[in-house]
């Protein structure tokens, strides 16, 4: 490959030479050049916290890219940290993407090993492999081990919210928010509740472009660094096969990850970006195809928050293999995987830990009859809504709205005394969408008012065109399509509108005229963001609907 993709000095002899040249400064021969070069796609970074841990498990592939006798190159792509990037991550996913894609195709690798972890990094290099479409596989730096407070497990982020609530309820005090907080994040790793992070990579090694078990290894478990190395060696093994990222990644696949999605109660998120990597690929996935599949899969992992347990339990339960086993007659079983494999010939190999068949039910004991997620549609949601209804506590409910036109306002009023709220209130928030905010913020889980929290309100119907983290809970209808900011249903809601919510029957209706609607359409202005320049200007003119995957028009 190094004779491919030559700089153009406008003559190819001259750049072959300097080539030659230059890759001698790391001492690999003319020899060695010729041997399988293997792009590492390394995210490390220190303010992305949930990547700070990387840089073993890059020396680990590039271990067994050389056993394998290939050449590993490590670059670098832009880095997204969810708790450490304003205004949110998903305004950058398609930045990554983009930095993703132009760099496996500007430099001259054969094959490449993507690292993701946060919430939006799996997405992003899996949306831009699948663009650049050569040899690829996916590895994650692993969740956190649990946490612990007083012989209670914490998780990162369900208990992040668990407890701010139970605070803002005045059920614990400062102090003890504190010692919480202490102890929320206790290793190096990702969130190790079933949030978007674990979702995705749950998903990815359901598609095949993970090597069987890596979903839930543990960051701090040696088991990772072997799991790398293997890795190393399966790229090699892959560029030698010829087999391109669009081999292994098929529609049946993607089908196969929403199934598992729906077996896991994952995160809300992971719909928006199975979507957009779908679109990459040309296959029409629509939010109906969640909703079909969601129906007929059983929730089988018991893990938060839709369950009980953990990321490090799954593990000792099998993890990803021993949860498609338990699917296999919902699954394509055909599709190929990394491991040079069908999805099939993997699973023969599997079998169930039965002392912890509490955490990986069997069909026969799951924990819903159908998925975890559902897609909802009416007169506010033209195009699609979605709820966790894994988490949710409240299956039907017809109230009055009340509206908050954005997150300042929601921000300056929700714990006013005088706020005319509720327990049967539906609290509905405005333009936090993919123009709306810009980029679609984790804002959707609008905190329960302190005056309802004190009477002892747990949760509410909350309604958004935004997205909520995969780690929170509640009866949180997100991602309502069109968004407020486009023009939707949303935006002509106003305080007293009676709303009814219907999950039996997926729907979402907002209870006023049509002759109202078109009234209140001449009326009331619609408010997309208008940055004046550059990168935050260009997503908001290109940026597509969350029921479309929210990605650029262009790509
Ligand atoms: Fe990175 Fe949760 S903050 S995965």
């Not at 997620?373 to 966790?388: C, D, E, F, Q, T």
């Not at 509905?428 to 810009?438: C, D, E, S, T």
Request: proline letters at 5%; a negative charge.
């Amino acid at each position: 490959m190094y004779n491919n993709k030559l700089t153009s000095y406008g003559d190819i002899g001259f750049s072959k030479f300097i080539r030659k040249a230059f890759n001698r400064q790391l001492g690999f021969s003319v020899e060695d050049q010729n041997k399988p070069i293997i792009g590492i796609c390394n995210t490390y970074s220190e303010i992305n916290r949930c990547h700070s841990h990387l840089k073993p498990i890059v020396e680990a592939i590039k271990k067994g890219v050389l056993m394998a006798g290939g050449i590993p190159l490590e670059f670098p792509i832009i880095s997204l940290g969810e708790i450490n990037t304003y205004p949110t991550t998903m305004l950058y996913r398609n930045l990554a993407a983009m930095d993703t894609e132009e760099m496996i195709n500007a430099q001259p690798i054969d094959g490449v090993v993507l690292i993701g972890g946060c919430d939006k990094m799996a997405p992003a290099l899996l949306m831009g492999a699948a663009s650049a479409d050569i040899p690829s596989i996916l590895i994650t730096g692993g969740p956190m081990n649990n946490g612990e407070y007083r012989g209670r497990t914490l998780g990162a982020c369900s208990d992040c919210r668990y407890f701010w609530q139970e605070y803002r309820a005045n059920a614990i005090d400062e102090q003890q928010l504190m010692e919480i907080n202490e102890k929320l994040a206790p290793t190096a790793g990702h969130c190790m509740v079933m949030g978007s992070a674990s979702s995705i990579a749950v998903c990815t090694e359901t598609m095949g472009l993970m090597l069987p078990g890596g979903a839930s290894i543990p960051a701090t478990h040696n088991e990772r660094l072997q799991h790398s190395i293997e890795t190393g060696k399966a790229i090699v093994r892959l560029v030698e096969e010829g087999k391109k990222f669009s081999d292994i990644v098929t529609e049946n696949s993607i089908r196969n990850a929403i199934t598992a999605l729906m077996a896991i109660g994952g995160s809300t998120n992971t719909i928006i970006h199975l979507i957009a990597i779908a679109r990459r690929l040309g296959f029409s996935i629509t939010l109906k195809d969640f909703d079909e599949i969601s129906q007929n899969t059983p929730l089988i992992a018991n893990i938060r928050p839709a369950g009980k347990y953990q990321m490090e339990d799954f593990h000792k339960a099998g993890g990803v293999p021993v949860l498609l086993k338990e699917l296999q007659p919902y699954l394509y079983l055909d599709e190929q995987t990394v491991t040079g494999k069908t999805l099939r010939e993997n699973l023969s190999q599997v079998s169930r830990i039965k002392e912890y068949e509490d955490i990986i039910r069997t069909e026969e004991k799951a924990l819903s009859k159908s998925g975890g997620l559902a897609v909802l549609y009416g007169s506010l949601a033209p195009r699609g809504a979605i709820v966790k209804h894994s988490t949710a506590s409240i299956p039907y409910h017809k109230g009055r709205a009340l509206v908050f036109e954005n997150i300042h306002d929601m921000d300056k009023r929700i714990d006013d005394p005088d706020l005319d709220v509720d327990k049967d209130t539906i609290m509905v928030l405005k333009n936090i969408g993919p123009i709306g905010a810009p980029g679609m913020p984790e804002a959707g889980y609008i905190p329960i008012p302190k005056k309802l929290l004190a009477e002892g309100v747990k949760d509410m119907v909350r309604i958004s065109d935004g997205r909520m983290s995969g780690t929170a809970f509640g009866t949180v209808i997100l991602h309502v399509s069109p968004e407020a900011a486009a023009g939707g249903p949303l935006n002509y809601v106003l305080d007293g509108d009676i709303i009814e919510f219907d999950l039996e029957n997926r729907e979402l209706n907002l209870l006023v005229s049509e002759e109202e609607i078109e009234k209140r359409k001449r009326e009331i202005p619609v408010k997309p963001q208008k940055p004046e320049r550059g990168y935050q200007k260009m997503f908001v003119e290109n940026v597509l609907q969350a029921d479309e995957g929210c990605d650029f028009k262009f790509l």
